[in-house]
Every structure is written in structure tokens, then in C-alpha cells.
């Protein structure tokens, strides 16, 4: 489960920053009092046009950065006051996250198996189940730097799950793939849904969210401007098209 209350982040600007903002304040607030609940067995979707804050918020969840002010909880964690022991909880994909070019996809694998303490017979288990669902056996033992766009985002997905995380925050888990390697994602995604894991992400692809949102909520200059059901969602659409439904939000 995870748990946001009144969640703020404010960032500190340079004389650079302010002169390309064109403002005189020294301070700018990325995200502004969010609040929302993910539940496990639900898909929860954060929307947003670019420089919405979901990505801050994103990891502000994940304990990669401090919240200015607000709650984090993660599985009944702190996550503020516990970032470690919640860290321990969450898998957390980020496209800005690289891999290192020398070392081969089980090498990586292993590497942030050691970091989480997985044991040895619980690793190969775990690999044996995420290389058949991603299709990475043909490449687990090839060199990183020699990997595709989508060969790389798959060894970063079982990076992210090797732990068997209850917890799983994918941030635009499909941009820029292949058709292929987007529908592995998806069903990785579903799959995570079936074993009751909670799981939150980002798209910009309004067709993902349909297909498999539970929750959604949207935001728009560091705050939520939308927050429910998918089916409520729906139903309440005044638009057929979703992209359109979601313009009309933000722009309210």
C-alpha cells in the first residue's frame, strides 16, 4: 500500500534558473499538498502533461528525495522517517536510472540481488520467472553497451523486481519502445496486479491507462486537479476520447 498526505516539495532556484523563469522568488514548488492511496491488487495511473510534478512526486514515494513537507507511507512504513526500511519494500523504474555498459544483464541482475540481500536459491527462482516473462534469455549474457533501447529497459524492469518488491512505481515504464516490448511491460503489469502487489505509474499513453488503470489521478503544476476510479473516470466523461477528456482537465 501506499500512502500520500498533503505532500509538498519545494526546490531552491539559482540566479540562472530565476532569470529563465522570470521571477524574482527564490523558491518554486513543484508539488503542492497531493494526497492520494494505493491499495495492492490495484493499478494506480499519475498523469500529467511534462513539468507536472510526477515525476517528483514519483520519487519523493521511492525516498529518492525529501519531501519539503507531507507523509509518505509505504506498506505501514514511514517512508520519511524510514526511507531504508521502506526502500526495501519498493521496486522503482526510472527512465533517467542508466545501466552500467561493461557489466552483462545477469551481472546487473546479480549485483542489485546483493544489494537487497535476496538469497541464492530465491535469485535464481526469481530470474528464472523475470527472464521467461520479459523474453531476456536470449540477451542475459551479452554485454549492456551492446543491448537495444528495449533489451536495456527489460534487464532495467528485472533490476527493479529482482526483490520481489511489494511495491512497484514505473515511471513512463513504455517510452520509447518497440510495440513488442511495450505488450511485455503490460503484462508484466498485469501480472503484478494479479499477485496483489500495489503498483503506481506514469504514461503518456492514454491507451495504457485504459487497459489497465484501476485509480488514476491527474496533476498539473504540482497539483491534482483530478483523483478516482477509472470506472467513475469513465462515466463522467463529457468527451469519447480519453486524451481529449484529460486536456479538458487540465487545462479546467
Known amino acids: 500500500m501506499i500512502k500520500v498526505e498533503q505532500l509538498t516539495k519545494e526546490f531552491t532556484l539559482s540566479k540562472a ?3 529563465e523563469l522570470n521571477t524574482n522568488e527564490n523558491i518554486t514548488r513543484a508539488v503542492e499538498n497531493v494526497s492520494f492511496m494505493c491499495n495492492p491488487g490495484e493499478v494506480f495511473s ?3 502533461p511534462n ?3 510526477k515525476t517528483t512526486t514519483l520519487r519523493m514515494i521511492s525516498t529518492i528525495i525529501q519531501p ?6 509505504i506498506c505501514g512504513i514511514d517512508a520519511i522517517r524510514f526511507p531504508r ?9 526510472t527512465g533517467s536510472t542508466g545501466l552500467y555498459a561493461r557489466l552483462n544483464a545477469n551481472e546487473i541482475i546479480d549485483y542489485f540481488a546483493s544489494l537487497y540481500n535476496v538469497p541464492k536459491a530465491l535469485l535464481k527462482e526469481r530470474k528464472a520467472y523475470l527472464y521467461d516473462l520479459l ?11 551492446k543491448l537495444s533501447t528495449g533489451m536495456k529497459q ?3 524492469i528485472c533490476r527493479t523486481m529482482i526483490h520481489d518488491p511489494e511495491v512497484l512505481i514505473f515511471d513512463e515504464p513504455t517510452s520509447g519502445l518497440d510495440v513488442i516490448t511495450a505488450e511485455s511491460i503490460i503484462k508484466l503489469i498485469r501480472s503484478c496486479k494479479e499477485q496483489d502487489k500495489t503498483v503506481i505509474f506514469s504514461s503518456h499513453i492514454m491507451g ?3 487497459l489497465l488503470s484501476d485509480r488514476l489521478a491527474i496533476i498539473h503544476n504540482g497539483e491534482l486537479k483530478h483523483h478516482g476510479t477509472m470506472k467513475d473516470f469513465r462515466s463522467e466523461m463529457k468527451d469519447k476520447s480519453l486524451t481529449q477528456a484529460f486536456i479538458n482537465i487540465v487545462q479546467s
Open 17 to 19: 534558473q530565476k532569470k
Open 46 to 48: 499519475l498523469l500529467g
Open 51 to 53: 513539468g507536472a510534478g
Open 68 to 73: 519539503t513537507s507531507g507523509k509518505v507511507e
Open 85 to 93: 526500511e521502506a526502500r526495501m519494500k519498493i521496486g522503482f523504474l
Open 135 to 145: 523474453d531476456m534469455k536470449g540477451f542475459a549474457d551479452k554485454k549492456i553497451g
Open 154 to 156: 527489460k534487464v532495467s
Open 208 to 210: 495504457e491507462v485504459d
